[in-house]
Nanobody, 123 residues
Framework: QVQLVESGGGLVQAGGSLRLSCAAS????????MAWFRQAPGKEREFVGV????????AYADSVKGRFTISRDNAKNTGYLQMNSLRPEDTAVYYC????????????????WGQGAQVTVSS
């Protein structure tokens, strides 16, 4: 199995940028599709984006398209979520997730999860 650890969260003003990292260990990272989700207080976990094992053709939620970019460096066993033009409504705990076969938008289908990283965007 693979263990995931997010880092890079924090407090940023609206319009600013943050980059989250997702460090994988325990198994070959390139065997897993990688996704990002977020969860705001009182809300269900929400799909942000997903990329394949080789980082091809990432897909994004409409709410972040054009502002967020998913990438990965399999040689470093690390995935990334670059977040630009941040808005207060982007405030949430962000999670990376991985699965050998699933590459969709439903969080319940992902097998492995990180512990989450808090992102707070002030207005």
């Amino acid at each position: 199995q693979v263990q995931l650890v997010e880092s890079g969260g924090g407090l940023v003003q609206a319009g600013g940028s943050l980059r989250l990292s997702c460090a994988a260990s325990g198994h070959t990272f390139s065997n897993y599709n990688m996704a990002w989700f977020r969860q705001a207080p009182g809300k269900e976990r929400e799909f942000v984006g997903v990329t394949s094992r080789i980082g091809a053709s990432p897909a994004y939620a409409d709410s972040v398209k054009g502002r967020f970019t998913i990438s990965r460096d399999n040689a470093k066993n690390t995935g990334y979520l670059q977040m630009n033009s941040l808005r207060p409504e982007d405030t949430a705990v962000y999670y990376c997730a991985a699965d050998r076969t699933y590459i969709g938008r439903y969080y319940r289908q992902y097998t492995y999860w990180g512990q989450g990283a808090q992102v707070t965007v002030s207005s």
